[in-house]
Nanobody
Framework: QVQLVESGGGLVQAGGSLRLSCAAS????????VGWYRQAPGSQRELVAV????????NYADSVKGRFTISRDNAKNTVYLEMNSLKPEDTAVYYC??????????????WGKGIRVTVSS
């Protein structure tokens, strides 16, 4: 089974920075880590930042543009989310997302367990 290992969350004051990491462990030949979503209390899960396939453009939530940067280390099948100038409204559980890249799981979504980010004012 593919395991998505998330790290880097925690508590930070407004204006601070955190870096989230998500790596696919186990068999990594058939899954690509593609990005991050988040879910705040009482809200639906929303896209934060997702990398486009085959060198395509990234897709950021409007609320994080200019503050967050997503990147990928293809050799490690790891995606990073650099979060700068954090705001209290960034407080949420952040979920790593991966997609199957080969049959029989082509296109299947995989989710990490979620990692909490709390930004104090």
């Amino acid at each position: 089974q593919v395991q998505l290992v998330e790290s880097g969350g925690g508590l930070v004051q407004a204006g601070g920075s955190l870096r989230l990491s998500c790596a696919a462990s186990g068999s990594m030949s058939g899954v690509n880590v593609v990005g991050w979503y988040r879910q705040a209390p009482g809200s639906q899960r929303e896209l934060v930042a997702v990398l486009g396939s085959s060198g395509g453009s990234t897709n950021y939530a409007d609320s994080v543009k200019g503050r967050f940067t997503i990147s990928r280390d293809n050799a490690k099948n790891t995606v990073y989310l650099e979060m700068n100038s954090l705001k209290p409204e960034d407080t949420a559980v952040y979920y790593c997302k991966a997609t199957g890249s080969t049959l029989p799981t082509l296109g299947m979504n995989y989710w990490g367990k979620g990692i909490r980010v709390t930004v104090s004012s």
